[in-house]
């Protein structure tokens, strides 16, 4: 796939009829190719970009001017959860997993949805379409993810509402050409070294992302470091047994 393709004939339906796109922007490189591809596609009437702010501690620094600086002049709605990374680790008294992973669920998917409801509900728009920068080529579970279907949490009898991941197919060097045909460069991050852009010290990031994040953010590092110490728990862990961050990223 690359941003030349066109849109899928049932997505032109629903362009036809209307939809709202929101567009889920974390600033992440596959965000930003996503957004340039449906820039490209869609009527901007119809599109709106929401960020999912997950708080200074844990996000990058320059996320949301990135945004700003790379959707032109579409709305943008910044959202927060009404706790933080931080919170909900004290509250749960441990942190999120590869396998629960309320961070994803609490911090990001609850806040936008909320959102979508009242811009929809603002705007007086039943057809809504949740768009999300998912791609198959980064991870097997990922891959076996369904790239368009209904979804059952935003529809209403009033609302018709279905997730759509609008990049599925692309690949990695395809997102950054995305990024370059739009005359766009991606989060500096990046040229630090990051492969994803996401929490700077992610469950999910590889030991040499959080090497690179390390130099970047110590500040942040400590703090978590802390809450490790605070709670009794660790973010990481080796064949069963809990490692403090720092430890496992010099192992």
């Known amino acids: 796939m690359n941003h030349n393709q066109p849109l899928p004939e049932h997505i032109q339906e629903l362009v036809?009829?209307?939809a709202i796109f929101f567009v889920s922007h974390s600033a992440g490189k596959d965000s930003q190719a996503m957004f340039?591809?449906?820039?490209?596609?869609?009527?901007?009437?119809?599109l709106h970009v929401i960020h999912a702010d997950l708080g200074e501690d844990v996000e990058w620094d320059g996320v949301v001017e990135h945004i700003q600086n790379t959707i032109g002049d579409l709305p943008?709605?910044?959202?927060?959860?009404?706790?933080?990374?931080?919170?909900?680790?004290?509250?749960?008294?441990?942190?999120?997993?590869?396998?629960?992973?309320?961070?994803?669920?609490?911090?990001?998917?609850?806040?936008?949805?909320?959102e979508i409801r009242r811009v929809a509900k603002e705007r007086g728009v039943d057809l809504v379409v949740n768009c999300i920068g998912i791609r198959a080529q980064e991870s097997g579970p990922r891959s076996r993810q369904t790239p368009f279907k209904i979804n059952k949490?935003?529809?209403?009898?009033?609302?018709?509402?279905?997730?759509?991941?609008?990049?599925?197919?692309?690949?990695?060097?395809?997102?950054?050409?995305t990024?370059?045909?739009?005359?766009?460069e991606p989060h500096w991050a990046y040229q630090a070294g990051m492969t994803r852009l996401s929490c700077c010290f992610c469950i999910m990031a590889s030991k040499k992302d959080l090497a690179t994040s390390m130099k970047h953010n110590p500040e942040k590092l400590e703090k978590i470091a802390a809450?490790?110490?605070?709670?009794?728990?660790?973010?990481?862990f080796v064949k069963g047994e809990q490692v403090d961050i720092k430890t496992y990223i010099a192992s």
């Open 16 to 18: 036809q009829r209307g």
């Open 36 to 46: 340039n591809y449906l820039y490209d596609k869609i009527p901007h009437e119809q």
């Open 76 to 114: 943008l709605s910044v959202v927060k959860a009404g706790k933080t990374f931080f919170d909900m680790v004290r509250h749960r008294g441990m942190f999120p997993s590869p396998k629960y992973r309320q961070c994803t669920s609490d911090l990001k998917t609850g806040p936008i949805y909320k």
């Open 153 to 177: 949490k935003l529809t209403t009898q009033s609302r018709e509402a279905y997730d759509w991941m609008p990049i599925f197919k692309m690949l990695e060097d395809e997102v950054f050409n």
């Open 179 to 184: 990024i370059a045909a739009n005359g766009q």
């Open 227 to 236: 809450l490790e110490k605070e709670v009794g728990h660790t973010m990481f």
